[in-house]
């Protein structure tokens, strides 16, 4: 409740909140209701179960449906982050001084213990978070999204949602198509708190986030799974190399090759240490960071062997263009 509270105290002069949920038995449809109670610039609405998209999207179409043509804007963001009363301000800012007609800020992790895994998630999630100040990689977040409402129109972001899984990455695919950059919103950050992550739970992540990629921007996919192999195959061969010194065996040169190479990435895991906003201690970010790399390289394997996507207690049977097949529960 506190958190959908801060999205209606904003500090914004015209917006209104539409809140989407799937059913009246989704827990959040009563919190909802109450919370919106005699508040002009919120509404509610029921989307109903999807058949032939993910769910998330059957939502956020609902939601467009309801705001209509009269806005010039859409922002879009989820429930499980709290944001600051300027955070709509900040995400709108791009669009309305005319630099794009998208932005898009973005998250950090938050951990709430200090268990490998939630570190783990918080290391990956940074790494995207770098990359968006890069403009040929800075794409849409579903959590921090303002689009022109013209431009849903004109790249009919609506029939696309209709048919895929996933609301940003097909949205990104559909930019790049387009040739419409994202611009980058400026403090438009949220925090995601997250404890108690389990590697079970950790690796189901990684595994959406990778798969969407191989169904809408296939070359990202190819490419990351490249530089994920090759650093955990050069990772693992080091150590290798080190344990097979201890006992004597090996080449006398592949010792301070693999220290090298070894140390190089330690230190640029502690580079990438002093960006994250609350970093845990060295020790563990390491621990985190070698454990990230494994991970996502043996997530990423995954998902060339699978058409299936499993969120949220449904699974969906996905084509190789990325539409929405069948829908059943799991």
């Given amino acids: 409740a506190e958190r959908l509270e801060a999205l209606l105290q904003q500090d914004y002069p015209n917006y209104q909140v539409i809140f989407a949920t799937r059913d009246r038995q989704d827990p959040a449809t009563g919190l909802i209701a109450a919370l919106i109670w005699g508040k002009a610039r919120a509404r509610l609405v029921v989307a109903g179960p999807a058949r032939n998209c993910g769910q998330k999207n059957y939502n956020l179409l609902a939601g467009v449906r309801l705001a209509g043509a009269d806005p010039e804007i859409l922002a879009f963001c989820d429930s499980n982050q709290k944001a600051p009363p300027d955070f709509l301000r900040r995400l709108a800012a791009p669009v309305l001084r005319g630099e794009g007609q998208v932005a898009s800020g973005y998250h950090h992790i938050v951990p709430g213990d200090d268990r490998v895994a939630t570190w783990g998630r918080a290391i990956a999630v940074l790494t995207l978070y770098l990359t968006k100040a890069v403009p040929w990689l800075n794409q849409p977040w579903g959590g921090a999204t303002a689009i022109r409402r013209d431009l849903v129109t004109a ?66 996919w190819l490419a990351a799974g490249a530089l994920l192999y090759l650093l955990t195959g050069l990772t693992l061969a080091s150590l290798v190399r080190l344990l097979l010194a201890l006992w004597g065996w090996g080449t006398p040169g592949a010792v301070p090759i693999s220290l090298a190479f070894l140390g190089g990435l330690g230190v640029l895991a502690l580079l990438l240490r002093r960006q994250h906003p609350r970093p845990c201690s060295p020790p563990l970010w390491l621990a985190a960071f070698f454990s990230c790399l494994c991970v996502a390289a043996r997530v990423h394997f995954k998902t060339c062997l699978t058409q299936k996507i499993s969120w949220r207690g449904l699974v969906y049977q996905v084509d190789w263009r990325g539409r929405v097949a069948s829908i059943r529960g799991e």
């Fill in 155 to 220: 790249l009919r972001v609506e029939q696309l949602w209709a048919e895929t899984v996933v609301d940003d990455v097909s949205l990104a695919a559909r930019l790049i198509q387009a040739r419409v950059p994202v611009s980058l919103a400026a403090g438009a950050d949220l925090a995601t708190p997250v404890k108690g992550e389990t590697l079970a739970s950790w690796q189901n992540w990684l595994f959406r986030q990778w798969i969407y990629l191989k169904y809408y921007l296939p070359g990202s």
